[in-house]
């Protein structure tokens, strides 16, 4: 069975602190992805990456970094914390080379910058 | 600018009644369109994909039909149950142009009452 795990389903941080999303994926997937999802404007991708130690920025990058060391991991960076990055954040992770196959999703990380 | 409007933006309808989602696109070339169902409090889970050249696509209770002319989808869902209650995206993706160009709808928001 796919799995996909975030390291926290809540996080409640403070203005400027450095914030750290982890997600792990057992499927060997090439492929993994960050979002977000907030009311009204369903879910956006900040970064993907399709390989190990490469990353693309998608439609919201701002304010955001991510990391990849290991397949398995791909990890969301937050510098520096703005009350705007409260969020759910969504990661993902697909097989196939296509921008269309399906991804699969982790339960999700609710952020609260305060 | 791609876009996808799904309608109507939440539904409440009676445990056991039928009920059909909208999905309207604009992304061309088109490559495929899928339905994810999003329990609360969890990642979306894909229930079907359509791609060009399909009309009509079941998964169990869920009926999905793709009007390429039209850029038109619809998922209606039969018999439903307490558990369909939950968000339905509509995800379109071209044939060209990378993950950046996936273009995510909304979400239509079913809630099932007995």
């Known amino acids: 069975d796919v799995k996909v795990t975030q390291s926290s389903r809540y996080l409640v941080k403070r203005t400027g602190e450095k914030v750290f999303l982890e997600c792990v994926q057992d499927?060997?997937?090439?492929?993994m992805f960050w979002y977000r999802q907030d009311p009204g404007l369903g879910l956006r991708l900040i970064y993907f990456?399709?390989?190990?130690?490469?990353?693309e920025k998608g439609d919201i990058p701002e304010g955001y970094s991510v990391s990849r060391e290991k397949k398995e991991r791909f990890s969301l960076i937050l510098e520096s914390a703005s009350t705007n990055q409260t969020s759910m954040y969504l990661c993902?992770?697909?097989?196939?080379?296509?921008?269309?196959?399906?991804?699969?999703f982790g339960p999700g990380t609710r952020l609260t910058v305060t | 600018k791609n876009q996808v409007e799904q309608s109507p933006q939440s539904l409440i309808i009676l445990e056991g009644k039928n009920c059909t989602l909208q999905?309207?696109?604009?992304?061309?070339?088109?490559?495929?369109l899928r339905w994810y169902k999003q329990d609360t409090g969890r990642g979306p889970v894909s229930l079907t994909i359509?791609?060009?050249?399909?009309n009509t696509k079941s998964n169990g209770r869920y009926t999905a039909t793709l009007d390429a002319d039209t850029k038109q989808s619809s998922l209606h869902i039969t018999a439903s149950q307490l558990s369909d209650s939950a968000s339905y995206i509509c995800v379109v993706s071209p044939l060209s142009g990378g993950y950046q160009k996936v273009t995510f709808g909304i979400g239509t928001k079913l809630q099932v009452i007995p």
């Open positions: 499927m060997d997937h090439e492929n």
């Open positions: 990456s399709y390989d190990v130690k490469m990353k």
């Open positions: 359509m791609t060009f050249s399909e």
């Open positions: 993902a992770s697909s097989d196939a080379p296509g921008q269309g196959e399906e991804q699969y």
């Open positions: 999905c309207n696109y604009t992304v061309s070339p088109f490559s495929n």
